[in-house]
């Protein structure tokens, strides 16, 4: 996966966990749970069912049953192997087993704090210790659940904040997680430590992917995604400032290296322009880009009403067009194709989340 797409990714858990936080009352008893449980199936599963079906009827060879049924049941990435016409979605199969593990959390009421900090820790253990514990996804594992419970202390220490939501921050973390991929310092010292200390990168190697997506590195990213569900929910804290000029202008650093390089810098003119973009957006001043942000913010949550629909049925449908080779060839087809891909992405998802979801969850209410 590119590091955008595993950036989001990464995002996604954070979020993920700050929702749970702050929708779910406290598990203390066996029917709380059962409620829990059937809440996150009705969200998930109909729509999954919908993906992996797909994701079948596309791919142009035939998988098992086991493979299918492990598929179903989010026991792929342990047991079995993902089906390639819908690999993103080893994403949810962390997020089934961190949904799991919110259980034991709530039901003994552990610290928000102390379950981040104990998952940075299981992080580095696992990894530095694997060879005792022989199960290197526990590194995955726990990097993923890391961000997680990051979003999850967030809904902890937001509750009762008055929110200030200012939406050309928001425009900016757009413009901000876009560059990011090729601008972010900390992913740089962060390998640059990784070899001066141990001469070589903290990877495991050798095991299937899924089972090893998030890496040691990825903490470099921690405070960015952090910063960026900061912005959305308006949470604010001591220091919030400065710790926000030191992430913003950090990845300035980077114009440094390319002055003294400058044969890369083609590879980094987007990503360069989107990264002043975001700055600009960040200082703006003016009430009425402030009213446009607010506006452009405001449209797209009817976007992010069918977002998971989205992220979870275009892989297959990019499979699907990429084996239509009508009208293709030119530029001016790959740009008719991918207004055609997104027209049909938008139109699929929306009827999945806002005609088949709302059906399901009348046939279990009833």
Not at 78 to 102: A, G, Q, R, T
Not at 292 to 321: A, D, Q, R
Not at 329 to 348: D, E, Q
Request: net charge positive; proline share 3%.
């Amino acid at each position: 996966m590119d590091t955008l797409g595993h950036f989001a990714v990464l995002i996604f858990f954070v979020l993920s966990g700050y929702v749970i936080g702050l929708s779910s009352e406290r598990l203390i008893k066996w029917e709380l749970i059962k409620l829990y449980l059937r809440k996150r199936f009705i969200r998930l599963y109909p729509i999954y069912l919908i993906s992996l079906c797909f994701a079948l009827i596309v791919s142009n060879k035939t998988y098992g049953l086991v493979t299918i049924i492990h598929n179903v049941l989010f026991t792929q990435v342990w047991f079995d192997k993902i089906i390639w016409e819908n690999n993103p979605l080893w994403s949810l199969h962390y997020e089934v087993i961190f949904y799991i593990i919110f259980i034991p959390i709530s039901l003994f009421n552990i610290k928000p704090v102390l379950v981040f900090f104990i998952t940075i820790i299981v992080s580095f253990l696992s990894f530095f210790y694997v060879d005792y514990i022989g199960f290197p996804a526990l590194t995955s594992y726990s990097v993923g659940f890391t961000f997680w419970s990051a979003g999850f202390l967030l809904s902890f220490y937001s509750k009762g904040q008055k929110i200030d939501i200012k939406y050309t921050k928001l425009i900016c973390s757009i413009f901000l997680l876009i560059s990011l991929s090729y601008f972010n310092v900390m992913t740089t010292i962060w390998n640059k430590i990784e070899l001066f200390s141990f001469g070589y990168q903290l990877r495991h190697h050798n095991v299937y992917w899924p089972k090893i997506m998030n890496k040691l590195v990825d903490f470099s990213y921690l405070p960015y995604a952090i910063l960026i569900l900061s912005w959305y929910i308006g949470f604010s804290l001591k220091f919030k400032k400065i710790i926000e000029y030191f992430l913003l202008f950090l990845p300035s650093l980077t114009f440094l290296y390319l002055y003294r390089n400058q044969h890369l810098i083609s590879y980094f003119v987007i990503p360069g322009f989107l990264y002043i973009v975001s700055i600009l957006f960040y200082f703006n001043r003016s009430a009425w880009v402030e009213k446009v942000s607010e506006m452009i913010i405001n449209k797209s949550v009817l976007l992010g009403g069918i977002s998971y629909g989205i992220y979870i049925l275009h892989f297959p449908l990019l499979v699907l067009f990429s084996r239509i080779e009508l009208f293709s060839g030119t530029v001016y087809s790959y740009i008719g194709r991918f207004v055609f891909f997104v027209i049909t992405i938008l139109f699929i998802s929306y009827l999945a989340e806002k005609k088949i979801q709302p059906y399901v969850v009348r046939y279990f209410k009833n």
